[in-house]
């Protein structure tokens, strides 16, 4: 059955963007109106919801009497098997709600291949549904932002007691198995992400992805890491040093520092997101290291780890109470090091109210 305070929303959403139809494949769109999202392989189905409130289902056999058990009695699933492919159905479908000529939404659960399978048999107007499914859940209720407010406070534990575990001489794969050990043992359903664990020269790439790098004595040591909890996604990053910590990498550390604080105060209602972005931008260029704030300044979360307000130059979003974002300001010196430090913000009535808690002051692990 459909979230109806969702669908309710997102009917009007498409009204206002003049959609008759929303195609919502497996991902974060399908699993927040209808609390489920298949295992993804290749085989195609999509969740159908019409500006008229109406919906149906394309489903594979495979999944088809999981896909019935959530629907009410009365909803049409189109069924296909693996022996006949799944473009039948769909035209069926089309058809039969009279949806040939509209304007159908596509979220990024469809596939490239499959769309274009489809649009070869049916002429519709298929056209981004990506921004408008983000809107539907960009303001977060209460309910939401305490379950966001709790895995924040996994992620600071988290975050704090790998920390207290790092040596030189283990690897950043040893750091991140730690990471992961710890949330299950907290109570977390699973990780929002892998964590990134960038250690010496690797810290200069903000989305480094390999693991196998040894700790040095001497060492710069950034952690970016966070959990789901019910469904809802925590993300925060930390930057230490181990060994001691240079003149330098003092002032970089003050800098990144400095951005960080100057985002999360200017995160407030009726501001733009660039202004955001802006406020930690300029503390970076005016100290000359502009041109090593590589990324935007943060982005939205919620059941998705990445999803809107994106905090960056050029967005001109009206922030709202209740929308909730990182701040991530870094600098990154290309085969020298980085550094980042990320909390995640909500908008408050009263102005911005930080999420992550864990300490933002140099630390140095002897």
Known sequence: MLNKTYANKLCEIMVKNNLDA?????????????????????????????SDKRYFYISPELTYEEIRDRLDNDVDIFKWGDHEGFVDAVVTAINRYKLVGKNIGVNNGISAINLID??????ANFV?????LEMLRVIKDESEIEKMREAAKLADEVMGETIGCIR????????KQKIEELFMQKGADGLSFEPIIASGPNSSMPHYCE?????????IVVLDLGCKYKGYCSDTSRTVFVGGITDEE????DIVLRANRAGEDTAKQGVKAEDVDKASRDIIESEGY????LNRTGHGIGISVHE????????KQILERGMAFSVEPGIYMQNRFGMRIEDIVVIGTDGPQVLNHFTKEIIVIK
Request: glycine fraction near 8%; hydrophobic fraction near 35%; charge should be negative.
């Open 22 to 50: 929303m195609m919502i494949g497996p991902s974060v769109d399908l699993e927040f109106l209808m609390k489920y999202s298949p295992q993804l392989d290749e085989r195609f189905q999509a969740l159908f919801f019409l």
């Open 211 to 219: 693991d196998s790098r040894v700790i040095q004595k001497k060492d």
């Open 168 to 175: 030189p001489g283990m690897t950043e794969r040893d750091i």
């Open 118 to 123: 489809i649009q070869e048999r049916i002429d």
């Open 128 to 132: 981004n549904g990506h921004g408008p």
């Open 290 to 293: 502009g041109q090593y704030f």
């Open 308 to 315: 809107a307000p994106y905090i960056r130059t050029g967005n």
């Open 250 to 253: 003092k002032e970089v550390y």
